[in-house]
């Protein structure tokens, strides 16, 4: 047996098993992403002016 068909023999299996088993096929609407809305800042105290 020639090295090159030993090679082949080989890749077959990794070439072939790649993938998602089945039919390929093309989602018909993106999933829609949820994200949670940040919370506001609290507003820092003014400091107090001294007379």
């Known amino acids: 047996m020639?090295?090159?068909n030993l090679l082949?023999?080989?890749l077959i299996?990794?070439?072939s098993g790649c993938g998602q088993p089945?039919?390929?096929y093309?989602?018909?609407q993106a999933a829609p992403i949820h994200v949670e809305p940040e919370a506001a800042p609290?507003?820092?105290p003014?400091?107090?002016k001294s007379k």
Do not use: W
């Open 22 to 24: 089945g039919p390929l």
């Open 8 to 10: 082949l023999l080989l």
């Open 13 to 15: 299996p990794v070439i």
């Open 46 to 48: 003014k400091p107090e």
């Open 2 to 4: 020639k090295p090159y």
């Open 26 to 28: 093309l989602p018909s």
């Open 42 to 44: 609290k507003p820092e």
